[in-house]
């Protein structure tokens, strides 16, 4: 098949890319290079089966003959990180939502297979855990820039399903939840390779608030096996949002301890409050992030998801960064 994966120079992108090439698919990495390397698809250098297209998902034009050009579509461009979300907001929202709006249009006007990666973010601050497809969501105030990425990421699901509800575009939601693995940086926040940096020069291990504060982190090779089953064979997940992700939870404190333990490093763990980290108080967190995925276990051929999404080892998983 020919594939077009946009923001294919991503963390998420390059991995998928090297999935779907080593299938045997020709694709195509649309990607900006603003958040996204030409470091993450370094392997396929040189490879006839994969081609990088430098280019924005706000080009319409460009947009439109790549994915007539394609066979499937998936749509990975966004935003990256708390960092850039807090800091720029406007392109935050503008991004996300015009971007999806002009992907999906050309993927509906060719009636192309599409899926859309949102995230679990749209969860908002819900306290009910695991959390489920169809929990409601709790945002907050709009004062809080956090919750800019939040909706907009939820409208691109609205967008979506009200394609396949119209017109029966072939399209997958995919909440993803933490993915961490070999190439993510900590540049723009994520907290795996910016507790690793630290610990590997020395210098403290910053844990926000209390640290008490859990995530749960799926290898990203994991990731993009689910996200390559649901969309190229898996027909029964068209108009469905489907969590991807990891049910163990981890608190900071821990992840923190665990990979001093790992590195052998003398790095001290302290703790900043949120004001302190982000200055102006544009943050707000989520006490946990724990996704159900008996949905995605149910809509895979075989039933199943990849061994290292239900049974994590974290001292692995650091290993690979």
Not at 50 to 59: L, N
Not at 220 to 244: C, F, M, R, S, W
């Amino acid at each position: 098949m020919k594939i077009l994966v946009t923001g294919g120079c991503g963390f998420v992108g390059g991995h998928l890319c090297e999935l779907l090439v080593a299938k045997g698919h020709q694709v195509v990495a649309l990607d900006n290079l603003l958040t996204g390397s030409l470091q993450n698809v370094a392997a396929l250098k040189g490879n006839a089966a994969f081609r990088f297209v430098k280019g924005d998902v706000m080009d319409a034009k460009k947009v439109d003959r790549l994915v007539k050009e394609a066979d499937a579509v998936f749509h990975l461009a966004s935003i990256v990180g708390v960092k850039l979300v807090i800091d720029e907001p406007v392109k935050t929202i503008e991004t996300i939502a015009e971007g999806t709006r002009i992907v999906l249009a050309a993927c509906r006007k060719y009636m192309k297979k599409v899926l859309v990666t949102s995230t679990s973010e749209v969860y908002g601050k819900g306290i009910r855990v695991p959390f489920t497809e169809d929990d409601d969501t709790v945002l907050g105030a709009t004062s809080i820039r956090r919750w800019a990425y939040s909706n907009a990421k939820a409208m691109d699901e609205f967008l979506a399903l009200a394609h396949y509800h119209e017109a029966k575009l072939p399209v997958v939601v995919v909440r993803l939840f933490n993915t961490v693995g070999p190439r993510q940086t900590g540049m723009y926040g994520m907290v795996v390779p910016r507790f690793v940096k630290a610990a590997l020069e020395g210098r403290d291990i910053t844990v926000y608030d209390n640290g008490k504060q859990s995530r749960c982190f799926c290898h990203v090779a994991d990731v993009v096996k689910a996200l390559e089953k649901l969309l190229l064979h898996t027909p029964k997940a068209y108009g469905q949002v489907i969590n991807i992700g990891n049910p163990t939870e981890i608190t900071m404190n821990a992840l923190a301890k665990t990979i001093k333990a790992q590195l052998k490093s003398k790095s001290k763990i302290v703790h900043i409050s949120y004001a302190e980290a982000y200055n102006d108080g544009g943050f707000e967190d989520m006490r946990r992030r724990v996704p159900s995925i008996e949905k995605a276990k149910k809509m895979l051929a075989d039933g199943k998801l990849p061994e290292g999404v239900h049974h994590p080892s974290y001292d692995v998983l650091i290993a690979f960064l």
